[in-house]
């Protein structure tokens, strides 16, 4: 089992860029999460997909947008880069058989420039 | 509110106990939880806890819940080197999203 896996590990953009992650979950959940984590801080939940839809947003801008596949892997889209776009990006995945435990990816590192 | 605040950073001698402390506003959290990340990394679950308990423990782990005080803890017997790193106390309801605190880095001193 290979866990949560996040592409890439590490990316450096341009201001007004737009850039893609993608998250593949853990082999048998259905749910994908995404947090943005801030240098020195916790991560900040951004949205969550089940079922290929949104279920649960927190308080980011729609420059921030989303997609769940069939086979549950997510991107998260952000367009228009901003210097405080800079972050961590997490995965988390969980299955809708067992919320309790999330289990993260091991990031993506955005560096707007 | 979703506030959860935690104590920035904790120093203890290698062998001696750890203990990292949180407390949270949202009085309808359903879980409350522990992730290690170290360096680098992302987050690690460590152990995690229903609101209608007050107490689990996981080999060195013991986690203590005041649901009156809204405070959580967790203690880690005979700390290690390895267990240098920042630790995120985070609380779930049932909305599905997790909401953590700033983390606590714990540094651990030969």
């Known amino acids: 089992d290979a866990g949560v896996t996040q592409s890439p590990t590490h990316l450096i953009k341009t201001r007004g860029q737009q850039v893609t992650l993608r998250c593949s979950p853990k082999s048998g959940h259905d749910t994908v999460s995404w947090y943005q984590q801030a240098l020195g801080q916790g991560p900040q939940f951004i949205f969550q997909y089940y079922e290929e839809e949104e279920r649960q947003r927190g308080n980011f801008p729609d420059r921030f947008s989303g997609h769940q596949f069939p086979n549950y892997s997510s991107e998260l889209n952000v367009n228009a880069l901003l210097l405080g776009d800079s972050a961590l990006y997490l995965c988390a995945s969980s299955s809708t058989s067992d919320e309790v435990e999330a289990f993260f990816g091991q990031g993506t590192r955005l560096t707007v420039v | 509110g979703e506030d959860v605040e935690q104590s920035l950073f904790l120093s203890v001698r290698e062998g001696d106990s750890s203990v990292i402390n949180c407390t949270y506003t949202?009085?309808?959290?359903?879980?409350l939880y522990w992730y290690k990340q170290e360096p680098g990394a992302g987050l690690q679950l460590l152990t995690y806890i229903f609101s209608n308990m007050d107490m689990k423990q996981d080999q060195r782990l013991t986690v203590l819940l005041n649901k009156k005080d809204k405070h959580l803890s967790l203690r880690i017997a005979d700390t290690q080197t390895g267990d240098s790193a920042i630790y995120f106390c985070a609380e779930g309801s049932n909305d599905y999203k997790l909401s953590f605190g700033a983390g606590t880095t714990v540094t651990v001193r030969a």
């Open positions: 949202d009085s309808s959290s359903t879980y």
